[in-house]
């Protein structure tokens, strides 16, 4: 009996010196000047439309603002991750500090599905999957599929944000979404009556995809024409190829 109470005396003993040691470097964390600022950008995709110099730049205000060396009561790390949040390609941002003192920003970008392509090619803008617009990179040119309107006034993220642009937009985020055809389609053309077309990186068929609905089922047929058409008759023996039409493949 008294040897277990001597080993509930000594679990207490070690759980509150613990919690003393945790007391002890949280409070000496708290009080620790900033060491190293530490950028970490999550590049999942590939892309590189922000630098850490410039996550850096956005921290300290282009350099007008010490954060190396500064004391803990002087940050004010939401106001941090609000100035990263700034800048268009950044998606989420998170600062904060180690047991160590220093600053860590971790940051999430952006990613551009589509470019709406203007007349005036300094003009375009990219389109996240939200259908929001972003600018163009001069650190990064994106290999997104590009769209444009034939006939009528160019493009712009605007359209993309009504119920009727919410349909061209599932458009491109499938197409976005499945790497064979992100690979494949080269444009896309929306045509005056709204009805989209768009040509191949492979195969000279012109593609008429109709208006944006049932796109799977659409798609999934213009995959039974690869696997079947172009196999027994060559690339080369239709331009044309029509699957708008329900549990129909039209080729010319």
């Known amino acids: 009996m008294k040897r277990k109470a001597k080993n509930v005396l000594f679990g207490i003993g070690c759980l509150l010196l613990l919690t003393a040691l945790s007391v002890f470097a949280s409070v000496r964390q708290a009080s620790r000047p900033v060491g190293a600022v530490i950028v970490t950008i999550s590049n999942e995709f590939n892309n590189f439309f922000i630098s850490e110099q ?7 205000r282009n350099g007008n603002q010490q954060l190396r060396g500064a004391a803990p009561q002087d940050l004010d790390l939401r106001a941090l991750e609000a100035r990263i949040k700034t800048h268009p390609f950044v998606k989420d941002a998170q600062v904060y500090r180690d047991l160590g003192g220093n600053l860590h920003a971790d940051v999430r970008q952006n990613r551009p599905i589509a470019r709406l392509v203007h007349p005036e090619a300094a003009q375009d803008k990219y389109l996240d ?35 009727a642009g919410t349909r061209y937009l599932e458009f491109l985020r499938y197409v976005d979404e499945h790497p064979f055809w992100r690979a494949q389609v080269a444009e896309v053309f929306l045509s005056p009556n ?47 190829v029509n699957v708008e039409f329900q549990n129909q493949i039209i080729c010319e």
């Open 129 to 163: 999957a939200d259908g929001q617009p972003l600018p163009l990179s001069s650190l990064y040119s994106a290999r997104v599929v590009p769209i444009a309107r034939v006939g009528g006034s160019p493009l712009n993220a605007q359209f993309f944000q009504d119920s």
């Open 54 to 60: 410039q996550v850096t730049a956005l921290l300290t």
């Open 194 to 240: 709204g009805k989209i077309i768009f040509t191949q990186q492979v195969g000279d068929q012109r593609v008429e995809f109709g208006y944006p609905e049932n796109i799977p089922e659409k798609f999934a047929k213009l995959m039974v024409f690869y696997r079947q058409i172009p196999p027994a008759l060559g690339w080369d023996t239709y331009h044309r």
